[in-house]
């Protein structure tokens, strides 16, 4: 007779197996569909009842995911959404998508996957493979997962199967999709890693098997953690060139010409998202417990969470050229999303720039073509506030336009024209203006000092 794992491993590649996927987020539906595709019936499982529906009516509310694509299987009934864990007892394959935050104190919030591994066991059977693909410390596998479904009386590499396999979306990316996205395997058992291969091969171009699921986990905190460390570095270089008076985006543009040894990162408003400024702080709170004192990861943090105070430090200044003050001044937020053409806000330095703004006695008002309302529980100022428009004609009234969020639907030139004056995070600006204060670059001849003295 055959073994466990041959069985599964028959149902995989028979694509008989019924596959599901818990969390359909901006990680989980992605997968889905790539199932789907691929020729499973995906189930996906979310407490979100809108998302449910979505999906039911085929519907995508995923950016990156088409709406033609979820009607199509839809009709071929390989796509179905439930609320209901009892699901799982028709399932043969789940993978975890589920959030990872921090709470406040930045320690992990595991409360996601635990409670998404607590529904799986409440119907776990023999013969099943789970991955954890949130982003989690090295461990969590092995040690909050594995003992949570062993509890269960089955055992782990043997009765069911279990691994880690890192998500690597990058939302709005137009290259690279789930599909063609390399993916990283880390098996509880050489068996476990292999039936994962083999569920993830049916869907994704290239896998990665590596020789445990801590391995697995740690390679997505490095990926990450290596972000937030080289962001942090170029921040820090900005706040340099601004003391220096050099532009550090002509030192990183001149700096990327270098062919090998070198990756361009660019200096912002702060870090969002929720993956880049939360993930090295899992991986910094599990160095700890061993007595180990991550410093790179911590002054990281520090240097990418102080940026939005050097922002309004910049809006003070460019004011202060105007014989203005923050208090009482009429400011517009370019951009409230956490990085360009995307509609996301989760962590995004705007917030943080509003609510400082805020404190300050501004007047503040925002505008972002993919984020028509931020709610008062949000953002320091408590109250909800909805999109202007930024357009031409509309931008004389205020006092300073701070470019937060470079999106390609903003008219720069308008701007320019019209803005008292503009602090520039990103770049966006590209020519010397009198008007235009960049971030981590000199001003502009002295014009603007001049004009503040007439
Ligand atoms: N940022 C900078 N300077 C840079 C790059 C980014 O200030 O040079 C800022 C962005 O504005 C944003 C934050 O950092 O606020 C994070 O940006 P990100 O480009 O890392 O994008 P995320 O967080 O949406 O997605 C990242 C993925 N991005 C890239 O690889 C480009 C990838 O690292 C992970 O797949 C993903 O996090 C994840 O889910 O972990």
Request: proline content about 6%; aromatic content about 8%; hydrophobic content about 40%.
């Amino acid at each position: 007779m055959a073994s466990t794992a041959e069985t599964l491993r028959e149902k995989i590649r028979s694509r008989r197996a019924r596959t599901g996927v818990v969390g359909l987020g901006y990680v989980g539906l992605p997968l889905a569909v790539e199932l789907g595709k691929a020729g499973f019936h995906a189930t996906g499982i979310d407490l979100d009842a809108r998302k449910v529906q979505a999906i039911d009516e085929g519907r995508s509310y995923i950016p990156d995911v088409a709406t033609a694509d979820v009607q199509a299987l839809r009709s071929q009934g390989r796509l179905d959404a439930t609320t209901d864990f009892a699901i799982v007892r028709e399932l043969d394959t789940i993978n975890i998508c589920v959030p990872t935050p921090l709470r406040k104190t930045k320690d992990p919030d595991m409360s996601y996957i635990v409670s998404a591994v607590e529904g799986i066991a409440k119907h776990l059977h023999p013969g099943m493979l789970i991955v954890l693909e949130s982003t989690t410390y090295p461990g969590t596998t092995d040690e909050v997962v594995q003992p949570m479904l062993e509890a269960t009386g089955l055992k782990a590499g043997e009765d069911f199967f279990l691994a880690f396999s890192p998500e690597r979306v990058d939302p709005g990316n137009p290259t690279f999709q789930t599909h063609n996205v390399p993916k990283v395997v880390g098996g509880f058992t050489p068996t476990c890693s292999a039936l994962a291969a083999d569920l993830y091969g049916s869907a994704i171009e290239t896998i990665v098997p590596v020789s445990s699921t801590r391995v697995a986990e740690m390679v997505k905190l490095l990926e990450n953690t290596f972000r937030a460390v080289n962001i942090g570095l170029v921040n820090e270089l900005a706040l340099m060139c601004d003391r220096m008076n050099i532009d550090v985006w002509e030192v990183v543009d001149a700096a990327k010409t270098k062919p090998f040894g070198f990756m361009a990162f660019y200096p912002g408003p702060g870090l969002g998202g929720h993956c880049i400024p939360i993930d090295p702080f899992y991986l910094s709170w599990k160095a700890k417990q061993t007595g180990f004192d991550p410093r790179f990861i911590e002054l990281a943090g520090h240097i990418n969470g102080g940026m939005p105070h050097y922002v309004v430090e910049k809006v003070a200044d460019a004011l202060n050229t105007r014989r203005k003050a923050i208090n009482g001044s009429k400011i517009l937020i370019a951009g409230v999303a956490y990085k360009r053409d995307i509609d996301d806000m989760r962590e995004s330095p705007a917030l943080d720039v509003m609510g400082l703004l805020l404190a300050r006695g501004a007047d503040v008002s925002y505008a972002d073509p993919y984020v028509p309302e931020v709610h008062g529980r949000e953002w320091a100022g408590g109250y909800d506030i909805r999109a202007v428009d930024l357009t031409r004609g509309s931008i004389g009234q205020y006092d300073c336009v701070v470019i937060i969020t470079d999106h390609k639907a903003f008219d720069y030139n308008a701007i320019v024209a019209e803005a008292e004056v503009v602090v520039d995070t990103r770049n966006a600006i590209k020519e010397p203006h009198p008007n235009v204060f960049k971030l981590g670059a000199p001003r502009t001849s002295g014009a603007a000092e001049r004009v503040g003295a007439a």
